[in-house]
């Protein structure tokens, strides 16, 4: 399955659940940040143009969903989805403690980004006192998100070596 439709089906996915999240417990969706957890692991890979894409396609997703300016997650989601591919490009970030950092540095670069543009248009109330437990919950949910992801992508890899194996038996 092509990068796009796995990051659009998790993007339908990411959406579902924020919006349940705000629906069932409000204070955990404004806690907890989805999105950029999605932009975050799928840029581990390290392909800048996917960090990208995705982080704008995750961002505008985003601000059609909250009450944000629009435009202002998805210029946020795209640094960070740049950022974090490059400079998984430059380490190894298939280390648990690595992999935490990078969420919770994406986290708070986004958050600092967000903020720091609220401040400057003067187009909202930026609420800076959330922003270490945001960074703490997110990690806290990217860590085992990126335990599965990494679960699922090594059985599919296994199930993509047995399917060639049989194929060169015959």
């Not at 591919?85 to 986004?110: D, E, K, M, P």
């Amino acid at each position: 399955m092509p990068w796009a439709a796995r990051f659009g089906a998790s993007l339908a996915l990411v959406s579902l659940l924020e919006l349940l999240l705000a629906e069932v417990l409000p204070a955990a969706g404004r806690t907890i940040d989805l999105f950029v957890l999605l932009v975050i692991l799928s840029s581990l890979a390290g392909n800048s143009l996917q960090g990208v894409i995705g982080g704008l396609a995750a961002g505008l997703v985003q601000d059609t969903l909250s009450a944000s300016p629009f435009g202002l997650h998805a210029l946020a989601c795209c640094v960070v989805g740049y950022g974090v591919a490059r400079l998984s490009q430059r380490i190894v970030t298939s280390q648990r403690l690595v992999a935490s950092l990078l969420v919770a540095v994406g986290t708070l670069v986004h958050q600092a980004i967000v903020l720091g543009l609220l401040m400057v248009l003067e187009v909202g109330e930026p609420s800076g006192g959330a922003v270490p437990l945001r960074v703490v919950a997110t990690t806290a949910i990217g860590v085992p998100g990126l335990w599965l992801f990494n679960r699922a992508q090594a059985w599919a890899d296994e199930r993509r070596t047995l399917k060639e194996g049989r194929a060169r038996l015959r």
